[in-house]
């Protein structure tokens, strides 16, 4: 399949015309850059990897034309300043994760690129992996100050019903939540394989598979969270992780719920 060049892509999307052979590429490049939109609802905005409608890799020789949206569970502040100015930041996610290559480190997310990528935190080229992916945080809220506040039943609820919309505009072939909490919180989406977990005694990992009403398919899975006690820097978790994304994409009638009696 052929791909336009960045320089010609730099060229459609400033208005420059092109010949008619390399305009017949024009529709696909189009739907390549087209950057979604999302209404007032969702309060803090995912961040999407310039990268990511390209799909990856997401590790060395790893699967390409995947597009992988992360899940996390919420974002807090750290001090009393901090939450106010974060209520009103509806790119605190973008913000956040731009840190990452600009002097400031995160523990989560560099484990999280860790079990991604295989990398430990030394190795990661925090700004190539993270074009990647794409990330959204799940309850929409800056909870509080300080880790170990936990978001309210009418967060988790809010969380839930604004999710179908990001869904839907990011189109992702995998969904990976962190934690299990998180996971427990997600909607109910089909249940698909299990896969296993290399630590010794540990069980199966649920999978799931799921059809929007737009009629796009998608598989989910989660991971520990990476603040759980003997997560590591979350190398560990990439063979898990290496399986899932090497799980066929669902077609519609594998990932179509299943009527209730049939």
Known sequence: MVVMPRSLRRAVAQGVSLPPTIMQLRPRVEAEMKVPEFSSRIRILPWIGDKYSQGGPHWKGGPTRKRLLILGESHYAGSTEGLLAD?????????????????????????VAGAVSSLEPHEVD?????????????????VGIGPRVRPSDEQWTRGLNLLPEVIDALQPHYVLATGWTLWTHLPDWKPDRKLPFRAKKAEPFDTCVHQTPT????RAAYIKHPSAPRFGSGVSWHPFVRMFLALPLPDAAQARRKKVGA
């Open 215 to 218: 009629g796009h398919a998608f």
């Open 87 to 111: 209520q009103k930041n509806r790119c605190l996610t973008r913000d956040v994760i731009k840190r990452q290559w600009t002097g400031k480190s995160y523990s989560y997310h560099t484990k």
């Open 126 to 142: 925090k700004q190539a992996f993270w074009s990647t992916v794409s990330f959204y945080s799940f309850v929409q809220d800056v």
